[in-house]
């Protein structure tokens, strides 16, 4: 019996996606093939942007490789655009006259560039930013030219000028709104991210509208002219003022559409034959343009194409990060607020920071960071599961941390999530999938995790918690037993278990006689076995072995926490929160003499303090420090009564 | 040519571990030394959230962010994949057991 046929038009995120949850639920189900216009395997579209800025390049974001689709079984027509949609004899017809039948179509043809009607918008050197070919037109320019123009100062206009101008070009974005990111951003913080891609040598025209594109003697684009009359030279034009999703073909073959391809909760499209997923469809009147809601509903597809009918899409809330290095921005659900909303705000311009949360009827339901966006995914969570925020209301904007009172260091944040967190937004994987995976496949790297689950395989920003996640669920020196036969890291193929034996029987008390005797693969072992090593020589030989200072986590070896700052809390012991006059004193003290500039009495006692003993150079008149642990740190048992 | 300043004596810099250095125009610059003796400077900031990059772990040419276990390439400033970024790395080098770094 043949297997039934499932054709996808379009090569993408959002299609190749759902062939990947389709085949993850029934692998054998269909004879599929793929059409993409694009001559390249699905790659990670979100990455062009570090690809532009030169941080990545285009063989690092390919998604599937070609081998992908061989070992899958299936059919992969690439740079192969696809013209008709026959409904009637359920088949479709390429450009070249290629065509395919089908039992199932699922249309993820994605969105272009809109591009502004204006004269002039199709000069060479005026392009939109959408695929592989985009930007490599404009890394080439950035070689030959020197004026760049940005129209449109959204995320994808912010990525491009911030990438072009990496790439040593002139960069100026133009920006028809009052401030950038309007819809990510309320002013505040808007002006604030402004002020710091200034820094970075971009320019920016605001409320600015183009009239014309002005063409040189080359023939190429050389100016941009304004409404207002001024001129200003571009010999590369990048529109970014908005995407419009690509659904003519499905609509010349009669397939209901509305500014988009329509589609119901479980992405079926007027005919029952076709699905559609992606930008290129309306969803309950919304079209979306960010990968995590377009993943949500690859999954709900591959449930129906594999005739489970379970689950539905209802919509997402989404949340943005601009990815431009060094500069920390989170916006998530309604940022604005308005009408019978709250607002708390905290802002720290001196310190770079922004923080409003949007409240309404005791829950969150939208909130801007700038600067801190560690607490970002918890935020989200918050308001994702609509979850009553009265009883933390006064600590929230604070963060998780203050919250929940645990602890400091990003570790504890990993391990004190909740399973149901989540903390890859692109792809919409839960705590509860990572730890599952991990422990179930005795993941180890967060390599192994990324295959596994694609957790931070998309944009990547979540690799550090991913990371902790993986720290906090296998441990460092602290192994639970069903990892025994796991090697501690990269570094050695010795388990946890069998290094502490090693130590034990052939009485090793250093460090490089550990890694001499078990072979280690490197010269001096890394962040995850040298604490482990250096711990396990201390406990089992404590008078013999000599701790190593540069083998701990620097809260070990200051006793106090390090902060998101650089800064450190201590926590002097008082116990029951009693302490005497002269301890208080004593406490006091130690603050005042280290410039302590502030002493918290929370619940616990915390007091942040950053110490720097400076010596200096009598040659060079340079000050340095030496590193906080090798100089009498306050310490916790200092102060212990 | 360039224009060496003397920073600190070799030994004043634990193996495998760091010095920073208050240097006006460029705020504070990390200088780490290797297990053998190898010694790199860098901005003393992680290209993630900032951490202080002089208070990780040095392992082979890399060090590991105290904040989120970032790795960054000792000699190049970069962030190891899949972490994208980098750090200014400034120029150091060790005479007659002096560390010194380009003016
Ligand atoms: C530079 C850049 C940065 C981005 N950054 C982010 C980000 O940080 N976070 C985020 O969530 N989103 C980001 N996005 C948006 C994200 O990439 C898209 O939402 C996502 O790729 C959409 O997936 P899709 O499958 O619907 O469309 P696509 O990925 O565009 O796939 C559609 C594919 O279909 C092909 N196609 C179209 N018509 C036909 C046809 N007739 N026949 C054959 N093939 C056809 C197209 O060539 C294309 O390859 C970014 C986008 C860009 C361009
Ligand atoms: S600040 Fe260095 S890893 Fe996050």
Same mark, same amino acid.
């Given at each position: 019996?043949?297997?039934?046929?499932?054709?996808?038009?379009?090569?993408?995120?959002a299609?190749?996606?759902?062939?990947?949850?389709?085949? +993850?639920?029934?692998?054998?189900?269909?004879?599929?093939?793929?059409?993409?216009?694009?001559?390249?395997?699905?790659?990670? &579209?979100?990455?062009?942007?570090?690809?532009?800025?030169?941080?990545?390049?285009?063989?690092?974001?390919?998604?599937?490789?070609?081998?992908?689709?061989?070992?899958?079984?299936i059919?992969?027509?690439?740079?192969?655009?696809?013209?008709?949609?026959?409904?009637?004899?359920r %088949?479709?017809?390429?450009?070249?006259?290629?065509?395919?039948?089908?039992?199932?179509?699922?249309?993820?043809?994605?969105?272009?560039? =809109?591009?502004?009607?204006?004269?002039?918008?199709?000069?060479?050197?005026?392009?939109?930013?959408?695929?592989? %070919?985009?930007?490599?037109?404009?890394?080439?320019?950035?070689?030959?030219?020197?004026?760049?123009?940005?129209?449109?100062?959204?995320?994808?206009g912010?990525?491009?000028?911030?990438?072009?101008?990496? $790439?040593?070009?002139?960069?100026?974005?133009?920006?028809?709104?009052?401030?950038?990111?309007?819809?990510?951003?309320?002013?505040?913080?808007?002006?604030?991210?402004? +002020?710091?891609?200034?820094?970075?040598?971009?320019?920016?025209?605001?409320?600015? !509208?183009?009239?014309?594109?002005?063409?040189?003697?080359?023939?190429?684009?050389?100016?941009?002219?304004?409404?207002?009359?001024?001129?200003?030279?571009?010999?590369?034009?990048?529109? @970014?003022a908005?995407?419009?999703?690509?659904?003519?073909?499905?609509?010349?073959?009669?397939?209901?559409?509305? &500014?988009?391809?329509?589609?119901?909760?479980?992405?079926?499209?007027?005919d029952?034959?076709?699905?559609?997923?992606?930008?290129?469809?309306?969803?309950?009147?919304?079209?979306?343009?960010?990968?995590?809601?377009?993943?949500?509903?690859?999954?709900?597809?591959?449930?129906?194409?594999? #005739?489970?009918?379970?689950?539905?899409?209802?919509?997402?809330?989404?949340?943005?990060?601009?990815?431009?290095?060094?500069i920390?921005?989170?916006?998530?659900?309604?940022?604005? /607020?308005?009408?019978?909303?709250?607002?708390?705000?905290?802002?720290?311009?001196?310190?770079?920071?922004?923080?409003?949360?949007?409240?309404?009827?005791?829950k969150?339901?939208?909130?801007?960071?700038?600067?801190?966006?560690?607490?970002?995914?918890?935020? =989200?969570?918050?308001?994702?599961?609509?979850?009553?925020?009265h009883?933390?209301?006064? !600590?929230?904007?604070?963060?998780?941390?203050?919250?929940?009172?645990?602890?400091?260091?990003?570790?504890?944040?990993?391990?004190?999530?909740?399973?149901?967190?989540?903390?890859?937004?692109?792809?919409?994987?839960?705590?509860?999938?990572?730890?599952?995976?991990?422990?179930?496949? #005795?993941?180890?790297?967060?390599?192994?995790?990324?295959?596994?689950? %694609?957790?931070? *395989?998309?944009?990547?920003?979540?690799?550090?918690?991913?990371?902790?996640?993986?720290?906090?669920?296998?441990?460092? @020196?602290?192994?639970?037993?069903?990892?025994?036969?796991?090697?501690?890291?990269?570094?050695?193929?010795?388990?946890?278990?069998?290094? $502490?034996?090693?130590?034990?029987?052939?009485?090793?008390?250093?460090?490089?006689?550990?890694? %001499?005797?078990?072979?280690?693969?490197?010269?001096?072992?890394?962040?995850?076995?040298?604490?482990?090593?250096?711990?396990?020589?201390?406990?089992?030989?404590?008078?013999?072995?000599?701790?190593?200072?540069?083998? &701990?986590?620097?809260?070990? &070896?200051?006793?106090?926490?390090?902060?998101?700052?650089?800064?450190?809390?201590?926590?002097?012991r008082?116990? /029951?929160?009693?302490?005497t006059?002269?301890?208080?004193?004593?406490?006091?003290?130690?603050?005042?003499?280290?410039?302590?500039?502030?002493?918290?009495s929370?619940?616990?006692?915390?007091?942040?303090?950053?110490v *720097?003993? $400076?010596?200096?150079?009598?040659?060079s008149?340079?000050?340095?420090?030496?590193?906080?642990?090798?100089?009498?740190?306050?310490?916790?048992?200092r102060?212990?009564? | 040519?360039?224009?060496?300043?003397?920073?600190?004596?070799?030994?004043?810099?634990?193996?495998?571990?760091?010095?920073?250095?208050?240097?006006?125009?460029?705020?504070?610059?990390?200088?780490?030394?290797?297990?053998d003796?190898?010694?790199?400077?860098?901005?003393?900031?992680?290209?993630?959230?900032?951490?202080?990059?002089?208070q990780?772990?040095?392992?082979?040419?890399?060090?590991?962010?105290?904040?989120?276990?970032?790795?960054?390439g000792?000699?190049?400033?970069?962030?190891?994949?899949?972490?994208?970024?980098?750090?200014?790395?400034?120029?150091?080098?060790?005479?007659?057991?002096?560390?010194?770094?380009?003016?």
């Open positions: 019996m043949s297997k039934p046929r499932l054709v996808l038009i379009g090569n993408g995120m299609g190749v996606r759902t062939v990947e949850e389709l085949l +993850k639920i029934k692998p054998d189900h269909y004879d599929i093939t793929i059409f993409g216009a694009e001559p390249h395997p699905n790659y990670n &579209r979100i990455l062009l942007s570090p690809v532009l800025a030169g941080e990545m390049t285009i063989s690092e974001i390919v998604l599937n490789e070609l081998e992908w689709y061989k070992e899958k079984g059919k992969l027509h690439t740079g192969k655009q696809i013209k008709t949609i026959d409904r009637a004899k %088949k479709v017809i390429a450009e070249d006259g290629t065509e395919e039948e089908y039992d199932r179509l699922l249309i993820a043809t994605g969105s272009t560039p =809109f591009m502004l009607p204006i004269p002039g918008n199709d000069l060479p050197g005026v392009i939109g930013y959408r695929d592989i %070919k985009d930007t490599d037109e404009m890394i080439e320019a950035a070689k030959l030219h020197k004026h760049a123009v940005v129209i449109g100062g959204g995320l994808l912010l990525e491009a000028a911030n990438g072009l101008k990496l $790439r040593g070009m002139d960069v100026t974005v133009v920006h028809l709104g009052p401030w950038l990111l309007e819809r990510q951003l309320d002013e505040v913080a808007a002006k604030m991210l402004q +002020k710091s891609l200034e820094d970075k040598g971009l320019k920016f025209l605001l409320q600015k !509208q183009t009239e014309m594109l002005v063409q040189g003697e080359s023939g190429r684009v050389a100016a941009v002219r304004f409404k207002d009359g001024m001129t200003i030279p571009a010999d590369l034009v990048v529109m @970014a908005g995407i419009r999703p690509n659904y003519a073909l499905a609509e010349s073959s009669g397939i209901y559409c509305n &500014r988009g391809i329509v589609v119901n909760d479980t992405m079926q499209t007027y029952p034959k076709v699905y559609a997923v992606g930008e290129c469809v309306t969803h309950r009147g919304i079209a979306y343009g960010l990968v995590a809601p377009l993943f949500e509903q690859a999954k709900v597809a591959a449930n129906h194409l594999a #005739g489970y009918g379970i689950g539905r899409y209802t919509g997402s809330v989404t949340s943005t990060k601009l990815k431009v290095t060094g920390d921005l989170f916006s998530a659900g309604d940022y604005m /607020g308005g009408e019978g909303t709250e607002e708390i705000v905290l802002n720290d311009p001196y310190g770079g920071v922004y923080k409003k949360l949007v409240i309404k009827d005791n969150l339901v939208g909130g801007v960071m700038y600067g801190d966006t560690a607490d970002g995914p918890w935020y =989200f969570q918050l308001l994702k599961d609509g979850r009553d925020i009883d933390i209301r006064d !600590q929230l904007i604070f963060g998780q941390s203050l919250v929940g009172d645990v602890g400091h260091a990003g570790n504890s944040k990993a391990a004190s999530m909740p399973d149901s967190a989540e903390v890859c937004g692109c792809n919409g994987i839960t705590k509860g999938v990572i730890v599952q995976a991990i422990k179930a496949k #005795g993941l180890f790297t967060l390599d192994e995790v990324k295959k596994h689950t %694609k957790a931070a *395989s998309s944009c990547g920003s979540c690799a550090g918690l991913v990371e902790q996640i993986l720290a906090s669920t296998i441990g460092g @020196a602290y192994t639970p037993a069903a990892s025994d036969k796991k090697p501690v890291c990269g570094c050695t193929e010795q388990s946890h278990k069998a290094v $502490r034996e090693a130590i034990l029987n052939q009485h090793l008390i250093t460090k490089e006689a550990v890694f %001499k005797a078990l072979e280690w693969k490197t010269p001096n072992g890394c962040d995850k076995c040298r604490p482990a090593v250096n711990y396990y020589l201390i406990s089992t030989w404590p008078h013999e072995a000599k701790d190593d200072p540069q083998s &701990r986590f620097i809260n070990e &070896r200051s006793h106090a926490n390090i902060q998101k700052d650089g800064t450190y809390s201590v926590v002097p008082m116990w /029951g929160g009693l302490t006059p002269n301890e208080l004193r004593a406490i006091a003290d130690a603050a005042e003499k280290y410039n302590v500039p502030t002493v918290k929370p619940a616990a006692s915390v007091s942040t303090c950053s *720097s003993r $400076r010596k200096t150079c009598p040659a008149g340079l000050t340095s420090t030496r590193p906080a642990w090798s100089q009498a740190m306050p310490t916790a048992s102060f212990a009564p | 040519m360039s224009n060496w300043k003397l920073i600190c004596k070799l030994e004043d810099i634990p193996q495998l571990g760091s010095r920073v250095v208050h240097w006006p125009e460029r705020g504070k610059v990390a200088v780490f030394r290797s297990s003796d190898e010694v790199f400077a860098m901005h003393d900031k992680c290209p993630h959230k900032g951490g202080p990059l002089s990780g772990i040095v392992h082979g040419k890399r060090v590991t962010c105290p904040l989120h276990g970032w790795n960054i000792l000699d190049d400033g970069k962030a190891v994949a899949p972490d994208v970024g980098g750090c200014k790395t400034f120029e150091v080098k060790v005479e007659n057991g002096e560390v010194f770094m380009a003016a």
